[in-house]
């Protein structure tokens, strides 16, 4: 089943559950959706490598939007992003755990032989294509900053 037909299928089911912030969601996606099939060269198809980069883009606007509500003090906006992160994150492949990750990274480091703060885009080049999908690029960076600065 495509993701386009999972998430016509899941539309269904809020629209009877009348489920607001779901359908809204899912609304998110489907025009995502839509708008990648729409693209010059995409031929009215899209693969799943597109489909997972957008939802993490998706994932990465709402984790965003989510910090910067926080920091205003607007739980009521806060809430709404987050219910759209939960079900956007159905999509996705499961994420990498951060002690998973510090493991790729160091293999990482260690096959490019970096070793400081100035080889810091060689290594993020080579995680971002090995995790694409199972980590946020926010935590990658975070944690090659942290091996690079031993």
């Given at each position: ?44 198809e899209?693969?799943g ?83 694409a ?18």
């Amino acid at each position: 089943m495509s993701l386009e037909q999972q998430i016509m299928a899941e539309m269904k089911d809020a629209m009877k559950a009348k489920n607001e912030g779901v359908l809204r969601s899912l609304r998110a996606i489907k025009a995502e959706i839509i708008k990648a099939k729409t693209e010059p060269g995409a031929g009215g198809e899209i693969d799943g490598a597109t489909e997972q980069k957008f939802l993490q883009k998706m994932m990465k606007q709402r984790r965003d939007s989510l910090e910067i509500f926080e920091q205003q003090g607007r739980a009521d906006l806060a809430d709404k992003e987050k219910e759209e992160m939960e079900v956007i994150k159905k999509f996705l492949p499961k994420q990498l755990s951060e002690s998973e990750i510090k493991g790729v990274v160091a293999k990482i480091i260690a096959e490019t032989g970096a070793s400081s703060p100035a080889d810091m885009g060689k290594v993020m080049g080579v995680a971002s294509k090995q995790l694409a999908g199972l980590a946020d690029g926010k935590t990658i960076s975070n944690i090659v900053k942290e091996f690079l600065s031993k």
